[in-house]
């Protein structure tokens, strides 16, 4: 691959900025220029040891074409080959580590400009997971859209087929499939959102898709594989139902109303067209699909029920109280 000696130009990024013309434009236009060329250079990597399969709202965005809101961050899962997956732990992780290290100086060879953070990586949970950060001087900065790329790989096997497309290079690649993005982000919702002292804006980007891919999840879920039915198995429990019950909260709606003002690339109405959903629209459409898959245990079906028609409210008397704060409580 040519290597992109310099951060886009100011002509580039001007004819990127239309499409991040409600979000900081000029700021984000250049960083999803240096976005899609460090995707570029992933399309071209190659390691004996591993497959890296793009994951997270990133892939959902450019590969899938199923979300609209920008995403800054690339996340790829390391998938090992099954000597390496079966082999001791000792060798699973220095084979995770090397792989992740050599497709950072990967990215880092093909985008020169780009440069290490001084902050070491993130090596947690017994060396499953990586985080790089690297980092460039944008030509039009903003105070909100960190000028770097955040590469996070985690190591864990692949329990639904990649699916192949094309790449922006032209390669057919292979990427994590929809259903099982979705599987990740039904988690951080049962895991991270009831019970939060402090609403944290970012989380909002997980029922964000969840609403918005509701068609795809609805129609791959009425026949799903034996790995997919267990996924689902796993996940349906009273603590989606404390998480759909927390949606409620009135600081959700306002961490949705901040977190779109900087990542929406269109407006945020009920009326257009082309126009993300309102906060209550997009509450009823995660509680339907949470329904549809599913993830709801018979016991709260009722209940969910209700808030996937707008009925539902945090302050009837017969609610069976929950974990999660305010007053979803």
């Not at 793009?54 to 609209?68: A, E, F, K, Q, R």
């Not at 109405?269 to 993830?295: F, N, Q, Y």
Request: some cysteine; glycine content about 6%; aromatic content about 6%.
């Amino acid at each position: 691959m040519t290597p992109m000696h310099e951060p886009p130009s100011r002509r580039d990024t001007g004819l990127n900025a239309s499409l991040y013309e409600r979000c900081h434009s000029y700021a984000r236009a250049e960083k999803d220029l240096i976005v899609r060329q460090a995707l570029r250079a992933w399309e071209g990597f190659r390691h004996p040891d591993a497959t890296l399969a793009l994951d997270g709202g990133t892939c959902l965005t450019v590969y899938h074409s199923l979300l609209n809101r920008f995403s800054e961050d690339i996340d790829m899962r390391v998938i090992l080959t099954d000597e390496l997956q079966h082999a001791p732990a000792e060798r699973r992780i220095a084979a995770f580590h090397e792989v992740s290290q050599a497709f950072k100086e990967h990215v880092n060879e093909a985008l020169p400009f780009l440069e290490k953070s001084k902050k070491k990586s993130r090596r947690p949970r017994h060396g499953r997971i990586e985080t790089h950060v690297l980092l460039y001087q944008g030509r039009m900065p903003h105070e909100r859209v960190p000028p770097g790329v955040k590469l996070e790989l985690v190591q864990k096997p692949n329990r639904l087929p990649l699916e192949s497309v094309e790449g922006l290079t032209g390669r057919s690649i292979q990427i994590t499939s929809t259903m099982e993005i979705s599987m990740g982000k039904w988690q951080a919702v049962r895991e991270r959102l009831p019970g939060f002292a402090v609403i944290n804006a970012p989380l909002i980007r997980h029922p964000w898709d969840l609403g918005t891919m509701t068609r795809a999840l609805t129609r791959t879920a009425q026949q799903p594989s034996p790995a997919l039915a267990k996924m689902i198995e796993k996940r349906r429990d009273i603590a989606l139902t404390l998480a759909l019950r927390d949606l409620h909260d009135p600081d959700w709606e306002k961490a949705y109303a901040d977190y779109a003002r900087r990542m929406a690339t269109r407006a945020i109405s009920d009326i257009r067209p082309d126009a993300e959903p309102t906060w209550p629209t997009l509450r009823k459409r995660v509680a339907g699909v949470a329904l549809d898959m599913g993830l709801v245990p018979i016991q709260h079906r009722a209940e969910v029920r209700k808030m996937a028609a707008g009925q539902w409210s945090p302050h009837q008397p017969d609610q069976t109280r929950g974990r999660g704060r305010g007053p979803s409580r």
